[in-house]
């Protein structure tokens, strides 16, 4: 059995106070809001916290690959193989739960990098480099981050100025409306009067028939009086 000093039982041990501490922040989700910078922020750290323990399960596999100082049994080398498998179990489910599928592949975590590959970067080192590298993980994670930052504040503007063309157009079409409304109005007025004028050209033409008719007819008669009166 392992004593207490043993490097490889620090280790684990650490890497379970990382799955406490990231089953703790799991825990602080319900509090904050569905969304916005803050949720996402707390959701890039637990991400973040996931991928450096992964990196801490790939250096304790690395650790029993290799060990060092007093053979280990092979009951201790299977029950720390063991203790590894069902840590790395409950890391990749949480890693499920944040949609990071692929964490048992580490190719979402560690870019274009195969298991093997993630695997031979702990070979050889020890734990001030196991440290190292977990520092240089989180340091280009950090520029990944600053680089979706960048993308999602340049989607922001272009998302703005799309709305300000938006509204601008949307002003346009509503002055254009009115145009309308007003031109259909004084056309609807022009109509009308032209109406009124059309009825009251219809009357004055029939007052000047009738006038006419009654003019004649009186010619007409003092034509037949004469007529009579002389003949």
């Known amino acids: 059995m392992a004593s207490s000093s043993d490097s490889w039982i620090k280790e684990y041990n650490e890497a379970v106070k990382m799955v406490d501490d ?3 922040m799991i825990s602080e989700r319900s509090s904050l809001p569905a969304s916005g910078p803050e949720t996402q922020r707390h959701a890039s750290a637990i991400r973040r916290k996931i991928t450096i323990l992964g990196t801490r399960l790939d250096g304790l596999q690395s650790l029993l690959s290799r060990p060092t100082g007093k053979p280990l049994t092979e009951k201790e ?3 720390r193989k063991d203790m590894v498998a069902n840590l790395r ?3 990749n489910q949480m890693a499920s739960a944040f949609n990071m599928s692929n964490f048992a592949n580490r190719d979402s975590l560690l870019g274009p990098e195969s298991k093997p590959y993630a695997m031979s970067r ?4 020890d734990n001030s480099g196991l440290v190292g590298l977990q520092r240089q993980i989180m340091k280009e994670q950090d520029e990944d981050l600053e680089k979706l930052e960048e993308t999602i504040v340049s989607t922001k503007h272009i998302a703005l100025a799309v709305n300000e063309e938006l509204d601008l157009q949307t002003r346009l079409i509503d002055d254009l ?4 409304d007003v031109s259909d109005s004084r056309l609807r007025r022009v109509q009308k009067n032209l109406a009124v004028l059309n009825r009251r050209t219809r009357d004055s033409c029939s007052c000047m028939c009738m006038l006419l008719a009654v003019i004649g007819i009186v010619i007409l008669a003092v034509i037949i009086y ?3 009166k002389y003949l």
């Open 122 to 125: 702990t070979v050889g080192l």
């Open 89 to 91: 179990s409950k890391v």
């Open 77 to 79: 080398m299977n029950r």
């Open 22 to 24: 990231i089953n703790a």
């Open 177 to 180: 409306d009115q145009h309308v």
């Open 226 to 228: 004469l007529l009579i």
